[in-house]
């Protein structure tokens, strides 16, 4: 019977998740009538979203972690057979069985890569913040957007991390990973103003 309410009160909790859309395309849809700031904003996600996901540094699909809580609620057990994030990154990138250096080199044009993007979105999320006009529901989606950003951004940190870890050759992937974590700060930063900004708007509503 504890086992039985447990899982009832979990997958409540999980319901919002499983009723808002797992993929990034529900940021896009509807927002072309949005301030055109706004509508970059949601494409560029939809775009850093696919793209960390086909690159390999995002290694979950959208959904994932939602399956695979609720499978261990309801069968006790962990799915060990899932492919380890290393695993799955060397096989985007076409690096199964390559030598260390070769690793080494991908890795650091990859995190260059996810950094450059990463800024990239602090500065639409600015140019959304610059924006008059603004409304509490719109902005929502936004933050919505960015926090997809920041999740994908922390799991390809933690990726990079793990493959600096098996390497022995060079240590100097960390001040690369240190950029890209400089670089998921800021993304932070960025959904908090829009955060800030929805609140003020809301408590501009009440008054």
């Known amino acids: 019977m504890v086992r039985i309410g447990l899982i009832c009160a979990c997958m409540a909790g999980l319901s919002a998740c499983v009723a808002t859309p797992m993929g990034s395309s529900g940021f896009v849809s509807g927002a072309s009538s949005l301030p055109m700031a706004q509508q970059s904003l949601r494409r560029e996600a939809e775009a850093f979203d696919e793209h960390f996901h086909e690159a390999g540094w995002v290694a979950e699909e959208h959904g994932a972690a939602v399956q ?3 499978g261990m609620l309801f069968t006790g057990r962990r799915d060990e057979e899932r492919p380890h994030r290393i695993d799955v990154y060397y096989a985007a990138a076409g690096l199964e069985g390559a030598d260390s250096s070769t690793i080494l080199e991908q890795a650091r044009s990859d995190l260059a890569e996810a950094a450059a993007m990463v800024i990239a979105l602090v500065g639409t999320s600015e140019d959304v913040l610059a924006e008059t006009g603004l ?6 989606g936004d933050i ?3 926090e997809r950003a920041i999740g994908d951004t ?3 940190i933690t990726l990079f991390h793990a493959v600096a870890g098996t390497l022995e050759i060079d240590d100097s992937l960390f001040a690369e990973i240190g950029t890209l974590e400089l670089a998921a700060g800021r993304l932070s930063e960025a959904a908090d103003a829009l955060a800030a900004r929805r609140r003020a708007l809301r408590d501009t509503a009440a008054s």
């Open 68 to 70: 695979r809580l609720t």
């Open 144 to 146: 919505a957007a960015l």
């Open 135 to 140: 409304t509490e529901s719109a902005l929502g």
């Open 154 to 156: 922390r799991q390809a």
